[in-house]
């Protein structure tokens, strides 16, 4: 279910982002490349039927030496616009909103790290594709009895 999800984000944002690359891992490569998302589950937790997975999101871009803030608002802008957009559903939502820590690679100070992290609640299943009905499709089927 939560790979169904991953596998569309993935190429949903490869799609509309061409020279970016998406991922979902257990552990980061050493050879940390720039234009890519790498998804990591850090936990899963049921409490009273419902069902939460801890995610780590690592977005790493290369910017200009000084552009922190920039790198801020392109993270704040995935965020808004990829992941509510196209990662989150009403079957699967954030509880706890997403916390943000910003770091640099020691060895080259062009790369920018961001680690989002967040708490999904996925204790209704995810629909697939093909269980969604299109409304066209429906008929209605009233018999009224006088």
């Known amino acids: 279910m939560i790979k169904k999800r991953l ?84 079957n699967f939502f954030p509880t706890t909103g997403y916390r943000i820590k910003y770091s640099i690679d020691d060895e080259r100070e062009t790369m920018r790290i961001a680690e989002i992290q967040c708490t999904y609640d996925c204790t209704r299943e995810i629909l697939d594709e093909d269980k969604f009905i299109i409304i066209n499709k429906l008929k209605d089927r009233i018999d009224l009895k006088e």
């Open 7 to 90: 596998e569309y984000f993935k190429r949903y944002f490869e799609e509309k982002n061409p020279r970016w690359r998406a991922f979902y891992k257990e552990d980061l490569p050493e050879n940390i490349s720039p234009k890519t998302i790498y998804f990591i589950i850090t936990g899963e937790e049921t409490v009273s039927k419902q069902k939460f997975i801890d995610f780590s999101i690592f977005y790493i871009s290369s910017r200009e030496k000084d552009g922190l803030l920039d790198f801020r608002e392109e993270v704040l802008n995935f965020i808004k616009k990829d992941l509510f957009d196209e990662f989150e559903t009403s």
